[in-house]
């Protein structure tokens, strides 16, 4: 097998198998087993399951957010992760249920923060903010969205992706901007002084 191509095997021998047993319960053997390769095959492309889990996630994650980085699209790139996500459910609620829910957290920070510093880097066009405000106020909002996804996860992915969206949209209506035309007025007051 190519790198890629085992890569993706073990991927879906890992979903297959989470659908059987608990992510905590699935050893490296049984996914050497279920793809027909080594312990060492597995070795030489992930550390341990978890490493697998979280490059399986990544590569679903990266697929669903594609282009849609703008002030424009940003809506779309959400909602597609959150479908993305609904559809490895059974991942996902293993990671978060299982010992390392701080993997899942760091997972989604950085793809919120892949969303949107592209979002707030466009909504600072003419706006004199430094590129550490512009981070800031990505971030920020990055831990907004790591809330709104971590509360759908806790309650079992249960509501509608599109519905997530349109209101998460509602709430930070034109505030991107704000922010970042606060940040400059602040930092214009600032100056003065």
């Known amino acids: 097998m190519k790198s890629d191509a085992t890569k993706v095997a073990m991927s879906n021998a890992l979903k297959g198998l989470?659908?059987?047993k608990k992510l905590s319960k699935i050893t490296i053997n049984d996914i050497a087993s279920e793809c027909n390769?080594?312990?060492m095959t597995f070795y030489y492309h992930f550390q341990d399951i978890y490493d697998?889990?979280?490059w399986t996630l990544e590569e679903a994650a990266g697929r669903a957010i594609g282009e849609?980085?703008?002030?424009s699209s940003w809506q779309q790139g959400f909602?597609?992760?959150l479908e993305e996500?609904?559809?490895n459910q059974v991942l996902i609620l293993n990671v978060y249920r299982s010992m390392d829910r701080e993997m899942i957290e760091r997972y989604l920070l950085k793809k919120a923060e892949t969303l949107l510093m592209p979002v707030v880097e466009q909504e600072s066009q003419g706006i004199a903010v430094s590129e550490?405000?512009?981070r800031r106020v990505a971030v920020f909002y990055s831990y907004a969205f790591l809330g709104v996804l971590m509360e759908w996860i806790s309650k079992g992915m249960t509501a509608s992706p599109h519905e997530i969206v349109m209101m998460v949209s509602a709430i930070i209506q034109g505030d991107f901007r704000n922010s970042l035309e606060n940040i400059s007025r602040l930092n214009l007051h600032s100056q003065k002084q």
């Open 18 to 20: 989470l659908k059987k």
């Open 37 to 39: 390769i080594s312990r």
């Open 52 to 54: 697998l889990a979280e």
């Open 68 to 71: 849609n980085r703008t002030y």
């Open 79 to 81: 909602e597609d992760l």
């Open 85 to 87: 996500l609904q559809s």
């Open 132 to 134: 550490e405000a512009k």
